[in-house]
């Protein structure tokens, strides 16, 4: 898809005035937030699996080569075929050459954000394929022709009115407007595409090196019918998303769905292993695994391997003040808030994604629910770090900093330079003890008063009470 | 005679930027506040910003004078503390991560981390401080700030000794652990952002009923309070340490100098 990520800006202002949008952002606070707390808090071993996970992660990533071996090997017995995709266009042609190999017309699709990664859709449909997404939210994005703005929650940022009109121009009316309605229209209208489907892509939440298997969670079960009634199945998914033995899935899928929606597990927990055998009653005639890199072992190279534990629970965009208040389509790219502005950046340059690692408070409430401990606001700042160094901040930032260095290193002059701030400041609000306007900042003033000092400052009042020092 | 527990406990008072300009009452209540306690405070006439909006902003270079400049000044005191869970986090976890590859400077950083505290924390968790002797008639609610309560675990110290304030009564607000928009530099590059954030924060804080809006962290206090005047809020506001000392009782932040209680 397009890449956006340039336009946060004028984006982000734009969604703090949508109403439908603040609307719906307004359920998700008051939704998954809530009942991750929740949970969290029934689960008295919550935080030590949340330290089981980071460590597990890390082991995984330190022998990440030696676990996809071992999983290439397993899927190849098991009858399956991995494939290899170091980029985005390597993982679209992979795609593209079996869907066309089996003459594939119509292709359904589970939620896979590694799909949106490397813009799999307009891929498909450009070939002239019919791409159906059957994930609820994913199907009402696709109809509305948008990017997905949650991770989990595609269409988090649609009321249900909106959903209403878009299904009532896409299935001809009449309008449905309760929300059992509308999943049962969605359900009809998919139901037939299941069965005339040639190829179902899903993702992998987990691929277990010791077994060959791939699984995917879903809460609607359309990922089960997408992977099983289709003739050929194809699954997408990051390097990084493999785990040693079959049992460590467990442990991965205790923190998920708590972290994720606050539920205590997903609806639907599913193990793909291998394409049907002879004496399975249903199951896919072909079973791939497109393995995507994509800038993933770039980063496990350098100071953002932590990064590489996420998976993919969407808790720090839930926690996240700044996505809270203008959704994820600000962010401009497929990955919102917190992991998607340490992501974005790492995979698309981090020259098209300035806004996205300095749109933060560093308030570290994304790292504070992150299931795996991934230090996002200190990735963040390293961000920062390496846009400051590329001299890809901006250079009034960059003037600014250097004149604010000059002075805080010298305390002579920095405290004489704060005692006339402090007086002018003082002087312009002795009347009303705040500013409505001040010189050089209206970004601040545009929105809120200055609370104006007293007039001497602490150090100077100090001094003269009790001498220097 | 440098066991600090057989003498008085000499304390550096890290006085913050935004203190020094727009409130010293929180400085001299800090002083009134770690007296009583039984500290000699001294203030290093050394010192600046302990480097965090260079840090923050990714010119880890600037960040790194100013913290060479902060270990020299206040490394010679047993403790180091401020009214500021932002300042003090950046002392306490930035400075050893800032010389990761600087051995002496490592060495330094963390010795002096080691015995940087944030205020209230340090009255209440290192000196056993309990209760204070103030007085102050008002319904209260607290805003926790970010680097405090997650970087310091700042939380229930305030609480506890605002408890013991005679006449205040505590009234938490909804998500008062959500960040009120400030964030520093955030607050002025992404504005509109800044003012959704500090909008939803006074919403939560109007819903309480409060008449005063309590934080330890002046760069927070500011952006409420100031938001507050704009939409003329009749909503005062204090830091913690104004209270605890018993000097709340001139203007608020951002009052007019004849609004005392």
Redesign the interface.
Known sequence: MEMRSAEF?TR??FA?HDGGLQKAMGMLRDGFVAKRTVQAAELPEFEQLREEAKNLKNHILDNLDHYLERYEAAVTAAGGQVHWARDAAEAREIILGICHRVGAKIVTKGKSMVSEEIGLNEALIEKGMEVVETDLGEYIIQLADEPPSHIIAPAVHKTKDQVSDLFEEAHGGPRKTTVPDLVNEARQVLREKYFKADVGITGGNYLVAETGSSVIVTNEGNGDLTQTLARVHIVTSGIERVVPRLEDVTLFLRLLARSATGQETETYTTFSTGPRRPDDLDGPQEYHVVLVDNGRSKMLAGRFRDMLRCIRCGACMNHC??YG??GGHAYGWVYPGPMGSVLTPLIKGLDNAYDLP????????C??VCPVKIPLPDLL?E???????QKI?PSL??HA??V??F???R?GL??FG?RI??RI?AFAG?????L?KAPL?S??T?????????G????E???SQ?G?? | MNDPSKRRPRVGLF?T?L???????I??SAVKLLEDAGCTV????????C?Q????????D?AQ??AR?VIAAFEGFDYVVGPSGSCMATIRYDYPEMFADDPDWRTRAQSLAGKSFELLSFLHDELGVDRVGARLKTKATYHDS??GL??LGIKGQPRALLATVEGLKLKEMQDT???C????T?????????????D?KIRNLLATGADTLLGGDLGCL??I???L??INAPVKVFHTAEVLAGMADG?G?????Q?TR
């Open positions: 800006k982000s202002v703090i003040p700044v208040s203008i300095n749109a933060c408070t560093l308030n570290g409430r790292g504070s700042r961000l920062r770090h390496l846009q400051h160094k901040t930032q960059r900093l250097s604010w260095r002075a805080a290193t305390p920095y405290h704060e701030a402090a400041l002795r009347k009303k003890g705040r409505r900042a970004a601040w545009d929105s809120r008063d200055l609370p104006a000092p007293s001497r400052t602490f150090l009042q100090w001094q009790r220097k020092s | 006085a930027c203190m020094n300009v727009f409130r010293p009452n400085g001299f001294e203030v290093p006439a050394q010192q600046t910003c480097g909006p260079g840090y923050n902003s990714g010119d880890f600037a004078a100013l400049q970010c680097s997650r970087s652990e959500v960040c928009g400030f964030g520093g955030f607050c002025v590059k992404y504005p509109e952002i800044s003012e959704k954030m500090v939803d500011m952006n309070a100031g938001r005047k704009r203007p932040i951002g009052d007019a100098p609004e």
